[in-house]
């Protein structure tokens, strides 16, 4: 296991727990209590936990509650791998809406090898990503942007995604639940992707195994509106992801193609 996946595991360990000792990492991930340490003192330089006597605690509990930039170095690895696996599913040539997001920024920086591609992106860190490069047609589309998370939200917004079309909706998304579906923590990004699903002939949704089993604020739409959706092979460890396996299995009982990467 590389050194960032294993950061990855660690984090979700920490996270899926109110406390996890030294000992028990070790034993989990099959390497030195000293290699443990070190991990813990490098995820705890990002904010990202807090150490204690003999272990570690989570610093949040849940990501709605930390801004893009916070959020940004969270299992970097593992949302790497997510945007490889779905721009190998887009098709060159096509007009592909990009959702704001962490994720869907390393969604973005591989959409680059599928050129020539038209995309129209909902985030400014996404458009920064793929300004200037060699057969992007880039589109911004225009709103509102996000305090902390500078994702483009709004009337505008709206306005400007019901005058297009689009082959791909590439959704990133904060929960999906077995009973409601695709959700969102706030209003603004759940209208957005509600425009997005309806002006698109095929909807991919992202999100690390960490969104499975989770119910947001507001309901986007139900599991099958969505055509495939991407995620993690964690997702399929219920000592991790309490709610990854029976969320994959109602997902896959709603006709969505499924894919872990």
């Known amino acids: 296991m590389g050194v960032a996946n294993r950061l990855d595991l660690t984090l979700r360990l920490v996270q899926g727990s109110d406390r996890v000792s030294v000992s028990e990492l070790s034993r989990r991930l099959g390497v030195s209590e000293m290699t443990v340490r070190r991990d813990l003192d490098a995820l705890e330089r990002q904010g990202l936990l807090r150490r204690v006597h003999g272990g570690a605690v989570a610093t949040r509990s849940r990501e709605e509650g930390a801004g893009f930039a916070a959020r940004e170095p969270w299992q970097s690895a593992t949302k790497d791998r997510l945007g490889a696996a779905l721009a190998a599913q887009v098709e060159p040539g096509s007009r592909v809406l990009l959702d704001a997001g962490t994720t869907t920024v390393h969604v973005a920086d591989h959409l680059a090898a599928r050129a ?36 483009l939200v709004g009337p505008l917004a709206l306005r400007t995604l019901e005058a297009l079309v689009f082959d791909c909706f590439v959704m990133s998304i904060g929960g999906v639940h077995a009973e409601h579906g695709w959700s969102e923590f706030s209003l603004d990004d759940a209208a957005v ?21 989770v119910r947001a604020f507001r309901q986007v739409a139900p599991l099958g509106a969505v055509d495939a959706f991407v995620t993690d092979t964690a997702a399929e460890d219920a000592g991790t992801h309490p709610g990854g396996p029976q969320t994959l299995q109602a997902l896959r009982e709603a006709g969505v193609d499924t894919h872990l990467a």
């Open 116 to 151: 020539p591609l038209t995309i129209a992106v909902l985030s400014i860190q996404a458009a920064v990503r793929l300004a200037d490069r060699p057969g992007i047609e880039l589109l911004v589309v225009g709103g509102r942007s996000r305090p902390g998370e500078r994702s």
């Open 193 to 213: 992707k509600q425009a997005g699903l309806a002006q698109a002939a095929r909807t991919i949704a992202v999100a690390d195994a960490t969104k499975l089993g």
